[in-house]
């Protein structure tokens, strides 16, 4: 599968980044609590994949429960592009929707028992693309 580099941003444009990664990527839906509220459908990639291209003073952060994950959000338009992990603390989680252009051919989604957070991760973690 060819790697391509997709760029993605925020509803206002505030916030954009890129990442090198395929034009089909895996997906997760996750049932935890914030991914049910939020439908925080993403997919995961490597740090070393991706890079924020501007308006990092524009991201504010939201954390709970262990604290661990980050979940990003523009401050202007609330909309959350990208956030880190805890399942996985070398990558950043990507929302697909949020990639700009046509870089991206499909998604293929997995499902992750986020209720169950421990027992899942026992099971399995989430690759990065």
Known sequence: ??????FGSCHCGAVKWTFTGPEVLDGCRCNCTVCNKKQNQHCIIK???FKILEGEDKITTYRFNTGVAQHKFCSICGVQSFYHPRSNPDAVAIMPHCIDGNTLKDVKWNYFNGQEWEKEMDKRAPAAQ
């Open 47 to 49: 740090l070393d994949r």
């Open 1 to 6: 599968m060819s790697e391509v580099q997709h």
